[in-house]
């Protein structure tokens, strides 16, 4: 109950400064803080998952894996094609690694440096694809935080009060089929709620449209979510870190994002 307590009162705290930000991105300031922020989060999200792939075995350089992660959130904010976001980086950083003549556990930091940039940074620039040049990208980027949040916060009271049916366990032993299904119903309901009051006049998107959207948003919520605790179980830590507390770290407040923001970018781009 102490830690319920403390996920609303923080939880409360950090909506209110997720208004402003985006009252502040609709007016004057423009997308920039947004996108500034949202990449501070990634990179902070990116240094904890080296930290967590560190226990789990490998050793990511993380000044490496950093610079790579920039490299690729600046690409998708400037609207550069995935040759410059992604291969130009990794050619780099390839040819650093062979000038560095250091072929003692080359595997393992090679790994895991990879693994930290492709696993957040990677993913979570297609949140900024979204705001910076999808069609309406101000709003579709509150649809993607409102579904993903609202689907965690479903998920986590009324599974907590009324799962019986463990989902995964290997992966995290307290995710149930009820909260599964709750998460879903509070995704759904946030992304009519967005859909309704959040796009310009003219501009609403169709049922079929955030429909689809709300789903596929969820579902890929979820499967974030779970693929940040088969990270933290390989590294055999409850918590990313303890910046943020009763929530964890920058890992754990932005997971539900990793496959939510392909997930929704992809869908806007073909449906």
Not at 61 to 71: D, I, N, W
Not at 91 to 110: D, F, M, N
Not at 173 to 181: I, L, M, R, V, Y
Not at 246 to 251: E, R, S
Request: aromatic share 10%.
């Amino acid at each position: 109950m102490k830690d319920l307590r403390a996920r609303l009162g923080l939880g409360t705290a950090l909506v209110t400064a997720i208004v402003l930000l985006f009252w502040l991105d609709h007016g004057a300031a423009g997308p920039w803080i947004t996108i500034g922020i949202f990449s501070l989060l990634a990179l902070a999200a990116q240094w904890e998952c080296c930290a967590m792939l560190t226990a789990g075995g490998l050793a990511p350089s993380v000044l490496s894996s950093l610079g790579l992660g920039v490299a690729s959130l600046a690409a998708a904010a400037l609207g550069w094609p995935w040759e410059q976001a992604l291969v130009l980086p990794l050619a780099v950083y390839l040819v650093l690694e062979v000038l560095g003549r250091s072929p003692q556990q080359a595997a393992q930091r090679i790994g895991g440096t990879l693994a930290a940039w492709m696993v957040v940074p990677v993913m979570l620039s297609s949140a900024l694809v979204i705001r910076a040049h999808e069609a309406e990208g101000w709003s579709w980027l509150i649809f993607l935080i409102a579904v993903c949040k609202a689907g965690d916060s479903a998920g986590y009271l009324l599974g907590t009060a009324f799962g019986r049916h463990k989902l995964i366990p290997e992966v995290s032993p307290n995710k149930s089929w009820e909260g599964a299904f709750a998460s879903l119903g509070g995704s759904l309901l946030a992304g009519w709620a967005v859909a309704s009051f959040a796009f310009p006049a003219g501009a609403e998107p169709s049922t079929a449209l955030w429909l689809g959207a709300a789903v596929i948003t969820n579902v890929g919520a979820q499967f974030g979510d779970l693929a940040e605790s088969l990270i933290k179980r390989a590294g055999r830590v409850k918590d990313s870190s303890v910046a943020i507390p009763a929530f964890g770290g920058a890992f754990d407040l932005v997971d539900s994002f990793l496959l939510a923001s392909p997930a929704l970018a992809n869908y806007l781009r073909f449906a």
